[in-house]
T-cell receptor, first 113, second 113 residues
Framework: GENVEQHPSTLSVQEGDSAVIKCTYSDSASNYFPWYKQELGKGPQLIIDIRSNVGEKKDQRIAVTLNKTAKHFSLHITETQPEDSAVYFCAASSREYGNKLVFGAGTILRVKS | DVKVTQSSRYLVKRTGEKVFLECVQDMDHENMFWYRQDPGLGLRLIYFSYDVKMKEKGDIPEGYSVSREKKERFSLILESASTNQTSMYLC????????????FGPGTRLTVL
């Protein structure tokens, strides 16, 4: 079945710097890759997603890149702000897994002001 | 706005008790999911449902069962709670397709003593 690995597990950056979180997946048939942000005391919320026919997608300060050959995708946050501090999860939707989402272990991002 | 509510934010139960976790969504979504969130393990799928009275096992169904008698409500049942079921439980719903956004509730922190 699908396996999604996420690195790093924790990341501390200075306010204004960039943050990058990386994920790899095992099922080459996976075709949908969302990123969720979980703030303290809340459930995860979708912040951006990318499909396998696209290499990059941007939404203001957030971007996601996908390398299908290498089977990895990354979340890039530029000009980080304290409100970006949260846990971030990547996920992959695997056709072999009935198109259900398989989540990475999560990254705790701390933005220091 | 989609709203997914969970019956309790915090719950303390004793070993061997039967535990019910309730989830309700107000957007007429077809799909509903129960996940378990543990540090370092991300979100793991316990059960999901694509329709009323329909259920399918996820990655870790052992020790759990579910019920979906109405479209808006999805219940997770721990038949005989054990200490290794102490965890954060998250409910989610999505409209219908495999790549539709999943909307999460705030979670229930369950402690089994």
């Amino acid at each position: 079945g699908e396996n999604v690995e996420q690195h790093p597990s924790t990341l501390s950056v200075q306010e204004g710097d960039s943050a990058v979180i990386k994920c790899t997946y095992s099922d080459s048939a996976s075709n949908y890759f969302p990123w969720y942000k979980q703030e303290l005391g809340k459930g995860p919320q979708l912040i951006i997603d990318i499909r396998s026919n696209v290499g990059e997608k941007k939404d203001q300060r957030i971007a996601v890149t996908l390398n299908k050959t290498a089977k990895h995708f990354s979340l890039h946050i530029t000009e980080t702000q304290p409100e970006d501090s949260a846990v971030y999860f990547c996920a992959a939707s695997s056709r072999e897994y009935g198109n259900k989402l398989v989540f990475g272990a999560g990254t705790i991002l701390r933005v220091k002001s | 706005d989609v709203k997914v509510t969970q019956s309790s934010r915090y719950l303390v139960k004793r070993t061997g008790e039967k535990v019910f976790l309730e989830c309700v969504q107000d957007m007429d979504h077809e799909n509903m999911f129960w996940y378990r969130q543990d540090p370092g393990l991300g979100l793991r799928l316990i059960y999901f449902s694509y329709d009323v009275k329909m259920k399918e096992k996820g990655d870790i169904p052992e020790g759990y069962s579910v019920s979906r008698e109405k479209k808006e409500r999805f219940s997770l049942i721990l038949e005989s709670a054990s200490t290794n079921q102490t965890s954060m439980y998250l409910c989610a719903s999505s409209l219908g397709g495999p790549t539709d956004t999943q909307y999460f509730g705030p979670g229930t922190r369950l402690t089994v003593l």
